[in-house]
T-cell receptor, first 115, second 113 residues
Framework: AQSVTQPDIHITVSEGASLELRCNYS??????LFWYVQSPGQGLQLLLK??????LVQGIKGFEAEFKRSQSSFNLRKPSVHWSDAAEYFCAAWGNSGGYQKVTFGIGTKLQVIP | EPEVTQTPSHQVTQMGQEVILRCVPI?????FYWYRQILGQKVEFLVSFYNNEISEKSEIFDDQFSVERPDGSNFTLKIRSTKLEDSAMYFCASRTGGAGEQYFGPGTRLTVT
């Protein structure tokens, strides 16, 4: 079955520190991969996506993610976290055979930023 | 940049009442979706819609739920008789054909009392 795993439910980092949020996927073939951010009570904002090509993708707000096929991973990184980055982050995957396939979301990682 | 819109942003209803959540997908998109997120939980797929019919639905999408594209621009989700456990954020999404990604709307928060 298709699945997306985010092993860290809650992460706390100091402002200015680096950040890495983990994501692993289990799909029959390499899916399209996404990271979304959600502030409390808000909708889903797309941070970045990977479809093919360069395995290091750049997104908005200074985020990047690296696709590693051998590890079935798509980890999100940021070199220096800002207090405004506190939010919940969802990794998601979509089967790349087109059609009407649904997006599968991970359970989310809640990021807390401390001064 | 075109975006998916949803109305209302927040709906409060009493248990047993019918609700209709509305979405306006991006105009040239062909595939439409509803997802829901119960507070504190992950986003879950409900249903996908293509060519004026349901193409896939999850086990959550039971006979209480229905979807419709009544006029070529709106895409609605109806819950016939709401239950307390239907309280959630409901997201609409749409995409073009081929390998286009899904674009999500801002969500409607449904509160059933």
């Amino acid at each position: 079955a298709q699945s997306v795993t985010q092993p860290d439910i809650h992460i706390t980092v100091s402002e200015g520190a680096s950040l890495e949020l983990r994501c692993n996927y289990s799909y029959g073939a390499t899916p399209y991969l996404f990271w979304y951010v959600q502030s409390p009570g808000q909708g889903l904002q797309l941070l970045l996506k990977y479809f093919s090509g360069d395995t290091l993708v750049q997104g908005i707000k200074g985020f990047e993610a690296e696709f590693k096929r051998s590890q079935s991973s798509f980890n999100l990184r940021k070199p220096s976290v800002h207090w405004s980055d506190a939010a919940e982050y969802f990794c998601a995957a979509w089967g790349n055979s087109g059609g009407y396939q649904k997006v599968t979301f991970g359970i989310g990682t809640k990021l807390q930023v401390i001064p | 940049e075109p975006e998916v819109t949803q109305t209302p942003s927040h709906q409060v209803t009493q248990m047993g009442q019918e609700v209709i959540l509305r979405c306006v997908p991006i105009s040239n998109h062909l595939y439409f979706y509803w997802y829901r997120q119960i507070l504190g939980q992950k986003v879950e797929f409900l249903v996908s819609f293509y060519n004026n019919e349901i193409s896939e639905k999850s086990e959550i999408f039971d006979d209480q739920f229905s979807v419709e594209r009544p006029d070529g621009s709106n895409f609605t989700l109806k819950i016939r008789s709401t239950k307390l456990e239907d309280s959630a954020m409901y997201f609409c999404a749409s995409r073009t054909g081929g390998a286009g990604e899904q674009y999500f709307g801002p969500g409607t928060r449904l509160t059933v009392t």
